[in-house]
C-alpha cells in the first residue's frame, strides 16, 4: 500500500498493533482470518494499518488495499475491489498476473478493463448467468484470485471505510470472510463507528461477520492524554507548554486528527490557543482559506468531484491553465490539505475525507448545482477520469442528479444501471433503476431516453431487485408493472409478469405463488411455444412443491410435449424434473427418477450450468425419497464438487450440501455427514432461502446429543420462516426435530403440542407426513408409559390421539404413494409397535418388525431405536437372553455413531434390567441431560440422585451426608420430588424409581 501523506511520529497503538500482527502471524500459518477496526473519524484507523502494513511488507507479505469511496446513497460498484486489484496489477509482471486470474480473467478484465489481456475485449454479454447466480460465480472466481495470491505469499488485503461501501462490496466481503477456509490471508476491514446510525447497512453485515468465529473485532479509542503529549511533541518538535495541551486535549478529546489540524491551524504558535476558532469545523477550514483564491476554488472542485479526481478533469471544470492547475494543485498538496492519489494514478484525495466535508459543506447551493452540471459536463466531454467503466457511470449519475438536470440523469443512471450488472453489482443497477423510476414523471421524453417503457423498467428494476436479493422489493416492482398493463391487449406480457412475481413470492415463502402462476398459465396464449412450455413447467412444480402431485403430473406432461415440439430445451428440463418428482410421490418411482436423470441430461445438453445444478439437485432428492440412499448420497456430493468448480457453491452449495446431510445422516454415515454439513453451512448466505441446510445439521445434532446447538438453530429456523409455511418441504422436518427435541429435554406435553400444530401442514405430503405421524404415536407411548409410572393401578388416559395419527400413517402406507416411497412401510411399522408400548405392554414382535425394515432400507440409526424398544420389550418380558442380544445391536450402533441420547437410553436399560452389553468394558459415553426417565419426570439431576437414595430407603439426614448437603436442603429436594411425581409418601415415590429404573446409581 502506498504510503499516505503522513504527519509526525507514529504514536501509542502499541498493544493493537501486537494484536494485528499475531493475526497477520495466524494468517501466514494458513489460517484465514478477518480483522474489523471500528473508530470514530480520524481517530487513527488507516495510520495504524499502514504501520501494519509496512511491517507486513518488511516480512515478504503481499499487501492490498483499497477504501470505499463516499459518493452519493448508490456508491460506486466494487470500488475497493477494483482498487485492490489495480494496485496488484502493478505489483506483479504480466505473466504472472495472468496466472494469478486464472479462469477469472474475464472478469477481471470486466472490472478493470485496464487489465484487458493482449487487447482482449472485456465486452459481450454476461459471461457468469445472470442474476444471483451471476454473482455467485464472479464472488468465487474471486476468491479463487485471493487464494492462488496467497499460494505465493501470505496476504494482507486492507478494505478501507466500509461505512461507504456499496452493498457488492458489502456481500462480497461476507461471503469471502464465509467462504476463506484455507490460506495464507489477512483481510482488514475498518470502519467509522460513528458513522452507524441504527439503519446504516453495514450493521447487518457487522453482525453477521461476528457470528463468524474467525472474525476478530477491534474499537480504536482516542488518544488519552500523555499520548497526546506525544503527538503533539511530535508534531511542534518540542515538548508543549501544559496549557497547550489542555487547551488541544480539550478541543479534540484525543482525536488526533483535529490535534494535527489544531496545530496546522496555530495552535502551536505563540499567538496561543486562545486565538483559535472554536469549532472544529470551522479549525479546519481555517486552512483553506489561508490559501490562494485559485487554490480554494481547486479544493472547492475536488471536494465536488469526489475521492480520485484527475487532472484533466479538475482543468476541465475549473477552466484553468495547465501551469495554474499545476500550482494550484502544488501549494494544497504542500499544504497537506491534497494529496496524489496512492498507486500512481493521476489522480487528487483529500488528505482526510473529514477535509472534503467541510470545504462541501461550505459550497453554496447554486455553486454546487453549478460544479456539479461542470463535472457532469466534462465527464460527458469524456474528459478522463481514471474510473472504471460501472464507477464512471454511476459517477456520472450522482453528478447529474446533484446538479438538479433530471432528463440527464435519467439517461445517466440508465447506463450506470447497464455498466453495474455488467459487473454482476446488482443491488447497484437496482438504485441506478430506483432512480429512474423516481425520475420517470418528471422527465417528459423519459421513455425515448431510458430506450424502454415504464413497464419494462419496472421489470428490469425488480429482476435486479431479486438477483440483489431483495425479493419484496421485487415483488413491489412487478406489482406496479402488472398495473399498467392491459391484459386483454398484452396477455403474454401480462402473463410472464405474472410469472415473474410467483418467482419473488415462491423465494418470499408467500402461498401466492401458486395463484400467480396459475394466472400466468391463464395469459399466456396456448400456441405452442417456449413460454408457454416454461409457464406450464413452473406451475407443474409449484404444484409439487404443495404436493398437488396428480395435477402437477399433468400439466409437467402438456410442458414436456410443447417443449419437445417447439425445441425448449432448458424448458423441457424443468418440466420433467417436476414431472419426475410428481411420479416418485405418486408411486411410480422408476419412471420418475428416470424423468429425473433425463431433466439432468437435458439441463447440461443446453449448457446451461445453473439448470442443471438444479437438476442434480432435484434427481438427488428424488433418489432420497425413493430410498436409493448410496446413490443419492454420491450424487449429492459429486454435484457439490461441480459446483464449487464452477464457482456456484454459494448459490447451490447448501442446498446440495442439505441433500447429501440427509442421505448420509440416514446411512450412519455421521462423521462425514457432520462435516458436509459444517462446511455447507460455512459457505452459506444467512437468510430464509438456506433453511434447508440447518435442518439437516439440526437433525445430526440431535441425533449426537449436541441439544442446545440444534435447539438454537431450530428456534432461528422457526424464526426465519413466515407464519404461514408453504414449503412442506421445511415445516415437515423442522417440526419433527423440534418436537424430538423435546421429547429428548423430557417435555412430553410439548412436543405433543407441535405434532398437533404440524400435522395440518404437512397432511397433503405422505413422505414429509409419515415421520411426524410416527414420532406423534412415540410420544403418546410416551406419555402412557409416564402416567401408568406414576399411577401404576389406573389405566393411562388416551384421548384417541394415537390412533387417529396411526390409521392416517396407515392410509399413507397402504395409499399408491408408499410404492414409491419406501420409508412409509417402515414408519408404520414403527408406529403399529409404539402404539402396543402405549397400550402396554409393549409387543417385542412388533418392535423386530420395525427395526427388521429400518435394517432393510439401510438405516442404522432408526434401527437401532426399534432395536433398543424390542430389547426393553424382550426385557419386560422376561426374555432375558434375547434381550441381551438385542440391545447389543442396539448398542454397537449407538456406540459408533456416538448417539448419545440413545445410546444412554440403551445403558440405562442395560443397567436397570441388568443385561450384559458386549463389549463389558464398555462405559456409556455421559450423557446429554439427565436420564431420559428421569427429565420425564421433570427432575433435576440433583433430585434423581435424591429420589435414588429415597428409594434406597434413607434418611433425610443420610441423604444429606452421602451428597454434602444439609439436612434441610435434602428434605426441601424430597418435598420437590414428591411434587413432580404427584405422590404423596417416599413409599410411592421409591415404587416409582424402582418402576423406571432410577434406584440404580
Ligand atoms: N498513532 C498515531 N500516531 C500519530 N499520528 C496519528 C496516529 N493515528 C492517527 N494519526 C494521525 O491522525 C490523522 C487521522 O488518522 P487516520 O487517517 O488514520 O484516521 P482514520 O481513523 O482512518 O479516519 P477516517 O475514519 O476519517 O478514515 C492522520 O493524519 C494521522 O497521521
Ligand atoms: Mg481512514
Known sequence: MADQVTMGRFVGRTQQLAWLRQLLARAADGQPLVALIGGEAGVGKTRLVEQLAAAAEEQGVRVLGGGCVPLGEEGLPFAPVIQALRGLADQLEPAELRAVAGPARQELARLVPDLAWDGEAATGAAVLGTGQAGQGRLFERLLGVVQRLAASAPLLWVVEDLHWADRSTRDLLAYLAAALRSGRVLLVGSFRSDELDRRHPLRQLLGELTRNRRVQRLELEPFSGAEL?????????????????DDVYARSQGNPFFTEELVLAGAGDAVGPGALPPNLRQVLLTRVVRLGDRTQQLLRVAAAAGPGATQPLLAAVTGMSDQQLLEGLREAV???????????????????????????????PGERVRLHSALASALEAGVEAGDALASRAARLAHHWAAAGDQPRALSASVQAATAAERVYAFAEAQLQLERVLALWDQVPDAEQRAGMDRVSLLARGAEAAHAAGDPDRAAQLVRQALALVDQARQPQRAGLLHEQLARCLLWLGDPDALGEQQQAVRLVPPEPSAERARVLGWLAQLLVLVSRFAEARELAEEAVAIACQVGARAEEATARTALGYALVHLGEADAGLAELEAARRLATQAGDVILALRAIVNHSDGLLAAGRLDQAAALA?????????????????????????QALVALGRWDQAERVSRQGLEGAPSDAASATLPLARAALELGLGDLDAAEARLQAIRQLLPASIPGVQKAGPLFCALAELKLWRGDPEQAKQLVAEAVPLVAANPREAAPLYALGVRIEADRAELARARHPSQPAPDDATAAALLDRLGQAAQGPAAAGLPELAAWHATALAERTRQQGPADPAAWATAAAAWERLGQPYRAAYAAFRQAEALSAGGDRDRATTVLGRAAAITGRLDARPLDSEVTALARRARLQLTPPARTAAPAAGPPAPAAQLGLTPREAAVLALVAAGRSNRQIAQALFISPSTASVHVSNILAKLGVTSRVEAAAIAHRLGLDQR
Not at 504542500?334 to 459550497?363: I, N
Not at 456430493?637 to 446431510?661: E, F, S, V
Open 334 to 364: 504542500d499544504q497537506q490539505l491534497l494529496l496524489p492519489e496512492p498507486g500512481g494514478s493521476d489522480g487528487y484525495l483529500f488528505r482526510h475525507a473529514l477535509l472534503a466535508e467541510a470545504v462541501y459543506g461550505e459550497l453554496l
Open 637 to 661: 456430493l459429486d454435484g457439490l464438487d461441480q459446483a464449487r468448480r464452477l464457482g456456484l457453491a454459494r448459490l447451490n452449495g447448501p442446498i446440495l450440501a442439505y441433500n447429501a446431510t
Open 229 to 245: 503529549a506525544e503527538q503533539l511533541a511530535g508534531l511542534l518538535g518540542a515538548d508543549p507548554p501544559t496549557r497547550l495541551l
